[in-house]
């Protein structure tokens, strides 16, 4: 299993653009990406704010569709695939790391780690226990089971996104600025988190500002004007 | 299918917005159990065929035409006649008679149905029993009769004596409850038309007859006595048009006419009580104000609905977009928020069980001679209402995120802070829910004013209004008192009448009015009064005199139905009507026109022009319960009377 998904890239784009509003006049966000990333890659994705990374991780992460271009994931085209399919292929293989966390206040740790699990069509209920235990042991929490983000600082709040992330085992974390939100430690704490992750096997992507976290990164993708200006190879 | 998983989240979010969910559930379950309602009551209000008759399409019902078009009853030997006739597979009738009845030695009027022996079988009515002729002189009582002469005791087997010369019956059981009320004339007792004959006493002076002669007599006059109503089943392949054909050759009597099913015996055989046309005018009037004001509140509900519920999605965005993050699809979310709402929905259940059972327990309770609410018709009609409530409290939730999703609106937002459309939904949804709450409101202003706006005709009423005594044979105060008793309460100056003053659940018997050129015929509504009654309602007019033995008051419609030029025109008249006895006159007896009144307005505000005749209250016999009235100067003489009740 692991020598196929080295053997294979884990996504290509292939001329990806996408235009807000109408084709002749709208507003180009991203102009012909053509990308390719590898199994096990740990990338940071940097440039300017309006400069097209948050699009480009939507488009990757599946939240948003490419107007043009081709996009590979797991060696399945997947630009054109319906929402449903789309949304079954975000929960099996994508895993979403965001700035403000973006956990459900109402729910505790456990049921919001417990949720991309609830919409995974091939694991059993009786494993979601384990799953959510083992995943919060990854992060370092297992004793916050029970807690309510509120109750949680930033920095074990962005931990338990990264564990509701992962519970799925996905075959690639997508962050977007996964530190933005956190003081020096924790933003320190929580990338050592995603490079062990990625040491352990995962492909981790990030957007960022934060030039010293991004040079820590396997490769640094730069982008200016919607345009990728260095692939980092 | 359903998880709860969430059950902590649902009931966070119940708790937060706790008011607007209370006024949509109690909302959804006032519209619910008031639509229930308007659907119950619809079957007595536009009912057109007798409720024990299974199908009637494959009937034809007969007797003779009246001057004014309706069926009137007919004789056995006619009916018998139309088993000839090509197309006739059978025929079965009923008639109904006044007879006395002595029970020990207590003697009372009562009306005796007599049916066909094979009437039960041909109209295949499941709740009345079969007679056969081994059990001659052998009848049965209705419910009320039963409760009200018998104090509900056992009287199976037990004889009562029929007619004036005392002719025996074995009471042989109770009729179901909702024989009770079957037309004009509430049947205490039903036995077979076989028997007919036993009860006819022919008299002739002093001189002997031969018993012989005496029989055959009675049997032709069994035969020959026009009170009876056919039902004839048809064979297949034909129908009353094939009949019509065959009238002539068949039938001597010119006057008598078919009629396809059973709804013209409406009037004689339908559960209820049969209501001038003008007043079941006003009753379908009230009817359809009533499920017209049910919809708009109902329409209210569901706008209120699906602005909270937008508000809601939109508020919720932020987390709906985490769901799509992870994974989620639409149908995931849909199932969330039907999850979610299945507390909502018990809610709803369980105040639309309790507000149903309460309006509906009320309106029987108070109108038990013209509603007949069936058990199981209404457990299908509540099922029914439930799940259309389900459906549409599901639907109207989950469509604001149907469109959420359809339109992308949640893939972007990030922001749990309120957005200016938030805020118009939210100012908007405000304003559904007051607007829901005033509607409501405004239903029972209406609905109160509509019934009790007569108040503005006198400050005369006091908390007394409407309110009945029961008064039963058994009771303080038997039949042969009622009449002293009456006169006591006439000389205290309490006001009395045998219907409530509003809504009378009146019935409407036919009258002709006998001028010597251009006899009138008209549908009268009655009800029995003293005189006080008319002189504490009469605010503008009152002509002649009031009501007494021989006469009656009419108002003014109805002196107008009868031909009377002007009310003056009306005074002294004399009036026939084929039921008097159920103003308490007796047969073929004329009825005087002692007095005219002014329209009261009896069917509430929009009631005008309803023809009423008053009789005197003093002259029923039988009656179960009545209604007193007093001016509010009266009140300690009031009290005093009605606690002595």
Redesign the interface.
Known sequence: MEVTKKSINLIELNGVSKIFGDRKSGFCALNKIYLTIQNGDFIAIQGPSGCGKSTLL?IL?L??TASEGQYILCGQRVDNLT??QQ??L???HIG?I?Q?F???G???VE?NI???L???DSIAKSDYFNLVKEALEKVGLDDKLNSYPTELSGGQQQRVAIA?AIV?KPDILIADEPTGNLDSTNAESVFNLLESLNNAGSTVLIVTHDSHIAKRCKRILNMKDGCLVDMGL | MI?F??R??NL??YKKKKMQWFILAFGFSLFCALFNLSIIISGNIFEIKPAWVKNDSEFATFGLKSHDGRMIPTTISNIESLKRSKGVNDVAYWGAQQTKIIIDTAESDATIIYISPNFTSLLEVESLPNFNKSESSSVWISERFWRESFNGSNVIGRVIYLTESRVPAVIKGVLPVEWNKIGIHQPSIMTTSDDLEKYINITLGDEQVPDEFVEQAKKQLSIQLPAFYGFASLTKGFDINDLNLKMDAVFTDSNIRLWDGTENLSVFAMRGINFSPEAKNVLKQQWFLVLWLTLVFGLTNILSLLTFKFNETIHRS??F??????????S?LLKQICSEHFIFLFAVIVFTCLISNLLITQLVANNSDILSVHSISLGWNFSISILFIFAVILVFSSLPLFFACKHNLF?KA?SDVQSKKQSVLAKFNISMQLFQVITALSFCVVMVNFHLNVLDLSNKYNSFYGQHIGLNQQGKFSPANTRDWFAKIESDDISVSSQSFIQPLSPAINFTSKTPDNPNYAVLNIMNVNNNFLELFANNYFLGEGVDEQGVVLNVSAAKMLGYPSPKDALGARLFSDDPFLLGFKPDEHIKVNGVIEDLPHFGSVSKNIPFVYADIELLQQLQKFYVYYDTSNIETAERVTNEL
Do not use: C, M, Q
């Open positions: 939507s992460g939240l948003d929402k449903y949304a079954i975000r929960n099996k979403w965001f403000n973006n956990l459900i109402d729910l505790t049921e417990k949720l991309p609830k919409y995974h509701r799925t | 998880d998983i969430y902590n989240l966070k979010l932020s987390e977009s985490i769901r799509f993050a992870v994974g989620a699809r639409v995931h893939i990030k």
